[in-house]
């Protein structure tokens, strides 16, 4: 049985790509030490708990456009998951800085 490194090798001896057609590299988002008194996501661990959460076509849509612009034009590889619980974490920060006055707070009375 062949090994993943005779299947997945380069097949052709060609020559290295013109700069205009090589493709970017991606970087895994990797996870920084945790500030003292920030709330930060969980990042790349393995978790314990899990929460469905379903939303509608056109948000999964906006959360997938994020998530490739965040690596198209940034270089940052998450996944759908990564980045919700950084955007969760944005948000339950700024509700626990700005209480009332928070736009998540704001929004939740407009409804």
């Known amino acids: ?6 299947l997945f090798r380069p097949t052709s001896e ?10 970017r590299r991606v970087r895994a988002v ?4 945790e500030p003292a008194g920030q709330r930060r996501p969980s990042g790349r661990v393995r978790h314990d708990e899990k929460m469905t959460v379903y939303v509608t076509s056109d948000e ?5 456009h994020a998530r490739l612009t965040l690596r198209r034009e940034h270089g940052l590889a998450v996944d759908r ?4 619980r950084e955007a ?9 800085a700005q209480g009332a006055d928070s736009p998540l707070v704001q929004r939740l009375l407009d409804e």
């Not at 049985?1 to 005779?6: K, L, N, S, Y």
């Not at 990797?30 to 030490?33: L, V, Y």
């Open 60 to 64: 999964l849509l906006d959360i997938e």
């Open 30 to 33: 990797a996870d920084d030490a």
């Open 14 to 23: 060609t020559a290295d790509p013109a700069p205009e057609q090589r493709q």
């Open 88 to 96: 969760l974490a944005i948000v339950l920060a700024d509700l626990e």
């Open 81 to 84: 998951g990564r980045l919700v």
């Open 1 to 6: 049985m062949p090994a993943a490194d005779d």
